[in-house]
């Protein structure tokens, strides 16, 4: 068939309506089979929409229009494959016409021409008129009284300024914009609107709380700094910080399974395995991919599984799957500066993990002050299914496993 139709996929099994977001090409434009079309937009993710053969494109659905899956967003003309639209020639500029020689200016008196007349002078310093602001009618057109009485009757004088006290002069008044200042809006996309419209359930639906510890880095530094070209040399990824605290926090969670568990209705539901959430920030806003079974990884397996997914979501390129079902989240707000937050959590989990920026700071060791790299840990958690002792407790577990690796390591 000449006309092919490009339809809207279905992007899971709960989602049956998505919003077209911006097209990739414009319609007339020649496409290549699987090249990008455009971007959908859904409650979670903005995933591409790809062309299913080679031709020119006719666009159906404007961006911003809402589709249900299946319907037709575009279609592709595969016998005008192989002759590109041509772009009409812009037509040759005109010459500009020659304008017309400005009129002379009648000859005045160079002296006189816009000059006031003595009483015109007092006049105008009584009603504070700017000189050269009157036309002047008397002979060589010198401004004389009555030019400036006419003058003040068609557009009133501007206040005299005060005269200044003796103590201070008064601050000369802010001049207001001349031109309009710039001002630009756009419509929010699917995803950061179902994102906003989660965030503000959460603060209204569940009994948040936020817990607080210190962790001193030292020991996670010295082992990177003893392994890291090994280890990146080996495994083809980076010994990052990312892949600690996952471990620690997978064997932790363990270790306290409410920490890990959810609400559903009137039960609570616990699991025997972590589905490890990693807040991103993407071009089009923060996703959570999740890292299946983390307990069962292995740091090296963790950070390639860290790596693969980031950039997956720099690209755009997360499937829905990618992000459904975590248990519990870590988002890392250190590496925009932060030294302390409170996190939100990502419902429906119990728990998320903030970490922050490493700074070094004093702390008291065996009975001596020694500077030593910190960072600040919040772990928020719904009170609901969460008590203070076990929030408290889980935290300084993970605490534990980070300031002794070793042990976390050795799953001892």
Not at 134 to 148: F, H, I, L, M, Y
Not at 171 to 191: D, G, I, K, N, Y
Not at 246 to 260: R, Y
Request: net charge negative.
């Amino acid at each position: 068939m000449p006309i092919v139709d490009v339809k809207i996929p279905s992007p899971g099994e709960s989602i049956t309506e998505v919003e077209i977001g911006t097209w990739l090409k414009a319609d007339g434009d020649l496409v290549q089979v699987d090249e990008p079309l455009c971007e959908i937009e859904t409650d979670k993710a903005t995933l591409p929409l790809m062309a299913e053969s080679t031709g020119v494109l006719r666009i159906v659905l404007e961006s911003g229009a809402t589709a249900a899956v299946g319907d037709v967003a575009a279609q592709i003309d595969t016998d005008a494959a192989g002759a590109a639209p041509e772009a009409p020639s812009a037509p040759a500029a005109e010459a500009p016409a020659p304008s017309a020689p400005a009129p002379e200016a009648p000859a005045r008196d160079s002296y006189a021409a816009g000059h006031p007349a003595p009483a015109a002078a007092k006049l105008m310093a009584e009603q504070n008129v700017a000189s050269g602001s009157v036309a002047g009618s008397g002979p060589g057109g010198r401004v004389t009284k009555q030019d400036v009485q006419e003058h003040l009757k068609a557009a009133p004088p501007e206040a005299a300024p005060s005269a200044p006290t003796p103590e201070a002069e008064a601050p000369a008044p802010v001049a207001a914009p001349t031109e309009p200042r710039a001002q630009s809006r756009e419509r929010m996309s699917r995803l950061r609107r179902k994102l906003a419209e989660r965030l503000v359930s959460v603060k209204n639906e569940t009994a948040m709380l936020t817990t607080f510890n210190e962790v001193d880095m030292k020991a996670i530094f010295d082992l990177r700094n003893a392994h890291k070209g090994q280890f990146e040399k080996k495994h083809g990824v980076r010994l990052g910080f990312m892949g600690f605290f996952v471990k620690a926090c997978s064997q932790a969670l363990m270790e306290f399974p409410l920490v890990n568990g959810q609400i559903d209705g009137d039960d609570l539901v616990t699991f025997d395995y972590v589905d490890m959430g990693i807040a991103v920030s993407a071009p089009k806003g923060l996703v959570v991919p999740v890292i299946r079974n983390a307990e069962t990884l292995t740091i090296p397996e963790i950070e390639t599984e860290i790596v693969r997914l980031a950039k997956r979501a720099r690209d755009n390129k997360l499937s829905i799957e990618e992000m459904d079902g975590g248990t519990f989240s870590i988002t890392n707000g250190g590496v925009f500066g932060s030294m302390l937050s409170t996190p939100i959590i990502n419902p429906p989990q119990s728990a998320i993990l903030g970490m922050h920026n490493i700074v070094e700071r004093p702390l008291a060791v065996n009975g001596e002050v020694v500077i030593r790299p910190v960072m600040y840990l919040a772990l928020s958690y719904d009170h609901r299914i969460i008590d203070g002792q076990q929030s408290v407790s889980f935290l300084y577990r993970v605490k534990e496993y980070l300031e002794n690796p070793a042990r976390m390591l050795l799953s001892v």
